[in-house]
């Protein structure tokens, strides 16, 4: 029997003349002190896209407000900060690790009257224009911890999220939550409609996406733009001290992304690799 041990390493060194930026433009060998996200070094590299949206939800869960939790698997170091950000790291790269935003709070998924997940948005930037974003359910568990992230779809993660707040019957349940009576009254009377069979099940849901609009759970398209616009302002703020549009930074901004784009094709290619090398043993075993 032999066995192979492929290795695809993609190095790739980017040099950009720049009197302004440190020359080390990406990250720290992932074994020298590694510290995630309380290391000023890793953590400035990471920008966000959007300005997390406010707290919502469960006033109990304001406790996880500036907290982070971590979770590994073989290849990648994932970091959850409720009501924040959720981040990857490759813990498996030889060099230059990538390190990426898998999303920025923005609002709850809400399912059955109850707060059933929430979800990250507006991610790194992945294949074909899309950006990374996740879907982190909040299940009941004895201690709090990040407890597994999964990619099911290409860009689109899912994570869990076990913590003990949540473990009384009616911790998660929407209803009572929202402070408006007025809210609640439209809940009611949707609900009446609907059993009343005065409005379909899609002018339900849409009028209860209203509802939870209102109630700050879920963003409007207006919210959601507005916190994308606040994130650049900030970006922009910086870039300025930096030597404004077309800068050194600018540039450098740009060839990060597409060292990323790169690194996610290497990350596709090296799957397909595995599977072709698995396909070739399982073919030639015979011969063996
Ligand atoms: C978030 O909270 C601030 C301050 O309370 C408020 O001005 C702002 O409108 C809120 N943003 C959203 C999207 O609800
Ligand atoms: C993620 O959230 C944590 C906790 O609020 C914060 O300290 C950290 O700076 C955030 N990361 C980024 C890249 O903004």
């Given at each position: ?25 990406l ?16 953590e ?7 300005q ?72 790194s ?88 609009q ?11 733009s ?61 011969d063996?």
């Amino acid at each position: 029997m032999w066995r192979h041990n492929m290795l695809l390493l993609l190095t790739l060194i980017v040099f950009v003349k720049c009197d302004m930026v440190p020359l080390k433009v990406l990250n720290e060998l992932p074994n020298q002190g590694y510290s995630g996200f309380n290391s000023p070094k890793s953590e400035d590299k990471l920008k966000l896209r959007m300005q997390p949206a406010n707290f919502s939800g469960p006033d109990y869960l304001e406790k996880l407000i500036g907290k982070c939790f971590k979770h590994r698997d073989p290849k990648y170091e994932y970091v959850f900060c409720p009501f924040h950000n959720i981040t990857q790291e490759d813990i498996q790269a030889f060099y230059e690790p990538y390190k990426g935003v898998l999303g920025v709070w923005g609002q709850w998924d809400i399912k059955d009257n109850q707060f059933a997940a929430m979800e990250m948005l507006e991610g790194s930037g992945c294949s074909a224009g899309r950006h990374r974003s996740t879907r982190v359910a909040i299940k009941c568990g004895k201690v709090t911890q990040l407890e597994s992230v999964t990619e099911p779809d290409k860009c689109r993660y899912a994570a869990v999220f076990k913590t003990p707040l949540v473990c009384g019957i009616n911790a998660m349940v929407v209803y009572p939550r929202l402070d408006a009576a007025e809210l609640r009254e439209r809940w009611d009377e949707a609900s009446t409609d609907l059993y009343n069979q005065e409005i379909t099940q899609l002018g339900y849901d849409n009028e209860l996406e209203r509802i939870f609009q209102a109630a700050g759970l879920r963003l409007s398209p207006s919210d959601l733009s507005s916190l994308m616009q606040s994130a650049q302002q900030e970006d922009e703020g910086t870039e300025e001290a930096q030597g404004g549009p077309g800068s050194c930074q600018e540039r450098l901004t740009a060839l990060q992304t597409r060292v990323q784009e790169l690194e996610e094709e290497v990350k596709v290619k090296e799957e397909k690799i595995v599977e072709l090398v698995i396909a070739a043993e399982e073919g030639g075993h015979q011969d063996d």
